[in-house]
């Protein structure tokens, strides 16, 4: 018997590793692949773009906010994977109430994510697969940083979202990122605080970023942001945990590269 804690600190029990799992946690499902699990993969999201074909080949349950509980529960899951920002509480809850196990996690930090890899990889079974991605993704985040500095001290807002606009604040996994590869990020506030673009210029922000995800902005968008600089940045490097972790030392150097 296996027993653990997921991040809410809720108690999970299991005999043998999950043959039925479901993963509504787009770089988890990414994860899980990696892991060598994706036999067992039964249902995704819509936005589980990695890799393309399990989109394809597995059940679709909706997106990561309002998923489709009855669609889960005729999947029969012994395993579904959530995470605490990106999917809805009430629908974890009604899965839980039926009795599927369900384990969330809730990434804030660049820390937790290391350690994620491990945990995910005991969960389903693959422990040592699982340590050797976090091992692999500590050094490589940490060689890299000792010889690129993409951030270079500069204060940075990060966008998530349009209309109104919102940024990534302290609490967010996003904002541990920058603050690794060297940016300063704005604002000290909780999670996504909502905040005109005449706040951020007040607030002596050097560089706007503007990601691809969630909302995808594009070249127009830059215009928004008047006399301030600008950037569209690849939003799955900055806000994706999982194995996708693999793919940011390089993206680094490339953005050193460019300054």
Known sequence: ????????????????????????????????VDLG????????????????????????????????????????????????????????????????????CD???VERAFRLLSDLGALVGQLERGWQLEQEARETWAETRDKV???QGRTVAYAVWRNPWMWAGRDAYIQSVLRWWGWA??????????????????????EVLLPSEP???????????????SRLVDGEIFSWYGSRMLH???SMEQAASAI
């Not at 018997?1 to 043998?16: C, I, K, Q, S, Y």
């Not at 909302?215 to 600089?229: A, M, N, Q, V, Y």
Request: charged content about 30%; some cysteine; hydrophobic content about 35%.
């Open 149 to 151: 500095n993409p951030g």
């Open 1 to 32: 018997m296996h027993e653990g804690f997921d991040d809410r600190g809720f108690p999970l029990a299991w005999e043998a590793p999950p043959q039925r799992i479901v993963s509504l946690v787009p770089s988890l499902t990414e994860t899980l």
């Open 37 to 104: 699990v994706e036999e067992q993969i039964v249902g995704v999201t819509r936005f589980c773009l990695h890799p393309d074909h399990l989109r394809r080949e597995k059940t679709r349950v909706g997106g990561t906010k309002g998923v489709k509980v009855d669609v889960i529960m005729d999947l029969r899951p012994d395993l579904v994977i959530a995470n605490l920002e990106e999917n809805d509480a009430q629908d974890i809850m009604a899965l839980e109430i039926a009795g599927v196990p369900c384990w969330v």
């Open 185 to 206: 990020p704005w604002p000290d506030q909780s999670r996504y605080p909502e905040l005109d673009m005449d706040t951020v210029r007040q607030a002596g922000v050097e």
């Open 107 to 109: 990434v804030r930090s």
């Open 215 to 229: 909302f995808p902005f594009k070249e127009e968008h830059r215009t928004e942001c008047g006399d301030l600089p």
């Open 248 to 250: 940011v030392p390089a």
